[in-house]
């Protein structure tokens, strides 16, 4: 009886999962016919007023990672012999306080330069029902080619080194080798909701806005704060796949002027990857 039940979850698990993928490239190749291989799908996107200073994000940026990295450097040095788990949870409450620090000062700095301030960010609370399903439709569009890449960059690891494998993210190992509740909760809460909400309201809507003001050339201001996104992550091996996801966060911000839109993406792919993890884990 449970092979049977563990054949038919592995059908269903295989049908559901290749059914994303078909959906996923459905909607990605209707996207290409009908902007002309990308090419005139902004044409009528419109860049957001603001008269911040290039180097004015850089500021909550260094406060988030500056009290993140203080704190985690004072706690080991008054606490050298404390176990993997209490060091995991201070450092999540680290990154947690560093990064609410860094979106308070964010949204005082939006409000003093951005024309209509929050919502001239792309924060209406009216678009939200409208951004999530949209948030869904584009990241089932990417996750067939986050797949791909991938696949690629392992085969070009193991073409180099036969032993290549891509690390599982830091936060994801910590969740499944923890047993404490509070431990995981802490991490579920960093890694699924402040890390995507502060990234988001930095990188698309602090700096994507201001490079686009610079140079009005869409494109270019998605494919620079990619690659800014991009490099703020450890493990190189995940950069291609990263820089993929930036292309499709910084798009749907463009595309929609709203920024709920890339924080609801964002936010559903880190939780996708979270649970997948404590199931397999658990």
């Known amino acids: 009886m449970n092979e049977i039940q563990s054949s038919q979850d592995m059908f269903f698990s295989v049908i559901i999962n ?7 490239i459905s909607i990605f190749f209707t996207w290409l016919v009908r902007t002309s291989l990308g090419t005139e799908s902004l044409t009528n996107s ?9 180097y ?29 788990w209490a060091s995991t949870l201070i450092n999540n409450l ?5 990064a609410t620090a860094a979106f308070v000062i964010t949204l005082r700095l939006v409000r003093k330069h951005f024309s209509r301030r929050i ?10 029902p409208k951004d999530l399903g949209f948030a869904i439709l584009n990241l089932l569009s990417v996750w067939p080619i986050l797949l791909c890449i991938l696949l690629v960059t392992v085969y070009i690891g193991r073409f180099f080194s036969p032993d290549f494998e891509i690390q599982q993210h830091s936060q994801l190992e910590k969740i499944s080798q923890h047993s404490q509740i509070y431990v995981k ?9 402040i890390m995507p909400l502060i990234e988001e309201l930095l990188f698309r809507g602090l700096f994507q806005t201001i490079i686009r003001s610079i140079t009005s050339k869409p494109w270019l201001s998605i494919t620079l704060v990619s690659l800014l996104f991009t490099s703020i992550h450890v493990n190189a091996e995940h950069w291609p796949a990263l820089f993929v996801l930036s292309m499709c966060l910084g798009y749907s911000y463009e595309k929609s002027g709203s920024l709920f839109r890339p924080m609801f993406i964002h936010i ?4 996708s990857s ?9």
Request: with cysteine.
């Open 18 to 24: 290749y059914g994303l993928y078909l959906v996923g």
């Open 46 to 54: 419109v860049p957001r007023r603001t008269n911040m200073p290039i």
């Open 56 to 84: 004015l994000p850089f500021v909550p940026l260094l406060i988030w990672f500056g009290f993140s990295l203080i704190v985690i450097g004072i706690s080991e040095k008054i606490w050298p012999e404390l176990p993997d």
């Open 94 to 98: 680290a990154m947690c306080t560093g």
């Open 119 to 128: 919502k001239g960010l792309g924060l209406d609370v009216k678009t939200i």
């Open 185 to 193: 909760i802490l991490i579920f809460i960093t890694t699924t909701t």
């Open 268 to 271: 559903i792919f880190n939780t």
């Open 274 to 282: 979270v649970i997948t993890v404590m199931m397999q884990s658990g």
